[in-house]
Each structure stands twice: as C-alpha cells, then as structure tokens.
Nanobody, 127 residues
C-alpha cells in the first residue's frame, strides 16, 4: 500500500524560504510521477510541480516557476519542494500525490488522475 507523508510546512514572512518533504513508502518509486499540489481556502487544488522518478523530468506551474524547485532522494524515497521568495498567495495546504505513470506536460497538473495522496502540510506566508 502506497503511503505519502508530507512535512516541513510552517509560518514564514514574505520573501523567505521553506523546504517541504514527502516521504514515500509502499513502492519502489520506479516509473512513477510524484507531484506537489496545493489548495488554498475556497480555491481549487492546483498542481505546483512534478517529477518523474525514472528520468527526473520536471514540470512547474507558471505561478511558481523560477521560485520553487522539486527534487528527489532516490535512496531515501523522499521528494522535496524547495520554495524560495515566498508570497502571501503561496499560502495553502500542500499535498504530494503519485501515480504509476510517466508525467505528461498536458496532464500532470490534473488532480483526478492521481491515486495516492498524503495528508497535507500547511504553509502560511504572512507578515
């Protein structure tokens, strides 16, 4: 059974940084896509960044491109989201999700195609 556990959220001021972690278990992470989503109150869940475990291909939403970086530690089965230059509009619950396929530029951000989700971690950016 696939399990994903996020950590690293917190309260930061605008312009500061945070690094989120997603610890994966229950599979070997071969040929999987792992994606970070976020959901702010009253808004739809948004795909933020994804990575292909097999070849490291990454995709980012326009809203975070240049500020966020997704990476993975294959040995520890952990996926990271380094978030720099945080803005108040980045405030949301951040989730990691996975599915057993390679990411595609036209669909990686669609939440309904993922079958395993973590419980989420809160990120609040406020002065």
């Amino acid at each position: 059974q696939v399990q994903l556990v996020e950590s690293g959220g917190g309260l930061v001021q605008p312009g500061e940084s945070l690094r989120l972690s997603c610890a994966a278990s229950g599979f070997t992470l071969n040929y999987y896509t792992i994606t970070w989503f976020r959901q702010a109150p009253g808004k739809e869940r948004e795909g933020v960044a994804c990575i292909s475990y097999s070849d490291g291909t990454t995709y980012y939403s326009d809203s975070v491109k240049g500020r966020f970086t997704i990476s993975m530690d294959n040995v520890k089965n952990t996926i990271f989201l380094q978030m720099n230059s945080l803005k108040p509009e980045d405030t949301a619950v951040y989730y990691c999700a996975t599915g057993p396929w390679a990411p595609y530029s036209g669909s990686w951000f669609m939440s309904h195609i993922y079958d395993s989700w973590g419980q989420g971690t809160q990120v609040t950016v406020s002065s």
